[in-house]
């Protein structure tokens, strides 16, 4: 720690068992690790079905059977074991683990699951289900969770058509620049809403996710007093000087795929279309992560299903987009750093040549609850403790987290504002009906 900084709180565990984190970890997870494995049982099944050869199908049962372990591990609180596979993220991986628990002996380190910390607890669960598709080509490019990401498209038709006319009017619209850019920022940020990981009862009915979306202006009117930290006057300063600067590129660190990915592509399109922008790169994960983590193929599967749809808005915006992406306007960026279980603090140490990057963009959005996470380290910090001092070891970023609240991560709020919140909701860190825009400019 550099002199004069702030001792950092600690990092959310799971000792206290009334806290979402020890509730995440008895019984969210498991749910999550035990679709995983019904999933993959379907899968296998359907391939035996289709004469797939026994050789390669011995494989996939191997890997299905590790994730079987894998719940049966975190159940009974077992040691979280060092990772097997070859991936390339693997060292990086074993050396937190080594260095969290107090002893290793053989593969085994000594931390169990529940004396961990929430952040790499819940990480290394995604990173055993990795390594367990890792076991088998059949499995590597098979994401689990494909079929709830892409019902959540069906399940958001009205919003995502309401949202494609309001982008095509945007040229015509009476509104100013400025009214309409915080328009499709509250899209954004409420598109957050959505995350599978944290619906464990989704099945795709129709309409089963229109509680959780702004489907329309309307919506977000009366879901502007549920934003409990609005430093909106900054963002917009900061895109005023983007426009000035002719500054080159915006960076999104998505999280969600389905609606949430919809509604960030939306924002992009306008900071093109409106020239505060020149270029949008789009940060995702390189393997099924969080259930709805945005991974390449999930951009690609939107590109598809949006131009195959009737709905003419949603169509032009499909083939719109995917002339933005092949014209390279539109650019997707995979990296490691976002699926290890260290804060971004960290970036600049693990993962070098991606804070390099990050630190010439003109601005970089951080979306969702994760993202806001490793921001803060997960750590406790008091509700009120600035954000800018909170977001350590990213000065040289101009950054915006747009974020509804899931997790017991908070800073930067006003004096009185954790409390009325507290007494309208008791939950109300971790029932998503709260949201943040925060932001920190490079000087800040």
């Not at 509104?175 to 899209?187: A, G, N, T």
């Not at 092949?326 to 960290?346: K, M």
């Not at 996470?373 to 008091?382: F, G, T, V």
Request: charge should be negative; charged fraction near 25%; hydrophobic fraction near 45%.
């Amino acid at each position: 720690m550099m002199s004069g900084e702030i001792e950092p709180p600690p990092q959310l565990d799971f000792r206290d068992s009334k806290t979402f984190a020890f509730k995440t970890l008895r019984e969210r997870m498991p749910v999550i690790v035990t679709r995983v494995v019904d999933d993959l049982s379907q899968y296998i099944q359907a391939l035996t079905d289709a004469g797939e050869a026994s050789a390669e199908l011995r494989g996939a049962k191997e890997g299905l059977a590790l994730v079987t372990r894998l719940k049966y591990e975190m159940q009974t609180n077992k040691p979280m074991r060092l990772l097997r596979d070859a991936h390339g993220d693997v060292g990086l991986w074993n050396s937190v683990l080594q260095s969290t628990g107090s002893d290793s002996t053989g593969d085994t380190a000594a931390v169990l699951w529940y004396d961990s910390v929430w952040l790499l607890a819940e990480c290394y669960m995604y990173r055993r289900i990795w390594e367990a598709l890792l076991t088998s080509p059949l499995l590597q490019k098979h994401d689990p969770f494909l079929q709830q990401k892409s019902l959540t498209y069906e399940c958001s038709l009205a919003a995502m058509t309401g949202l494609a006319t309001l982008l095509a009017s945007a040229p015509t619209s009476s509104l100013s620049k400025r009214d309409l850019f915080e328009i499709f920022l509250q899209f954004s940020l409420w598109g957050n809403r959505t995350d599978l990981s944290l619906i464990a009862d989704f099945h795709g009915q129709s309409g089963s996710l229109d509680h959780l979306q702004a489907g329309n202006l309307e919506h977000l009117q009366e879901a502007r007093q549920d934003i409990l930290c609005y430093e909106f006057d900054t963002v917009w300063t900061i895109v005023e000087k983007l426009h000035a600067e002719r500054n080159d590129v915006v960076h999104f660190v998505l999280d969600n795929a389905g609606f949430e990915l919809f509604t960030d592509f939306c924002l992009a399109s306008w900071l093109v279309e409106n020239h505060v922008c020149k270029e949008v790169v789009f940060h995702v994960k390189d393997y099924p992560w969080f259930v709805s983590d945005t991974m390449r193929t999930d951009i690609t599967w939107l590109m598809d299903w949006l131009e195959r749809h009737q709905e003419g808005k949603l169509s032009s915006l499909g083939a719109k987009w995917r002339d933005l992406l092949a014209r390279n306007v539109f650019q997707i960026a995979e990296s490691q750093f976002w699926t290890l279980p260290h804060g971004f603090c960290h970036m600049q140490t693990v993962a070098p040549e991606l804070a390099a990057r990050l630190a010439h963009a003109s601005l970089v959005v951080f979306k969702g609850d994760l993202n806001y996470r490793k921001l803060l380290e997960d750590r406790a910090w008091p509700p009120t403790h600035p954000f800018r001092e909170a977001v350590r070891g990213l000065a040289p970023l101009r950054l915006v987290a747009l974020r509804t609240l899931k997790s017991e991560v908070i800073a930067g709020l006003e004096p009185g504002v954790p409390d009325r919140a507290a007494a309208a909701h008791p939950d109300w860190l971790v029932c998503g009906k709260y949201a943040v825009v925060q932001a920190k400019d490079k000087t800040a």
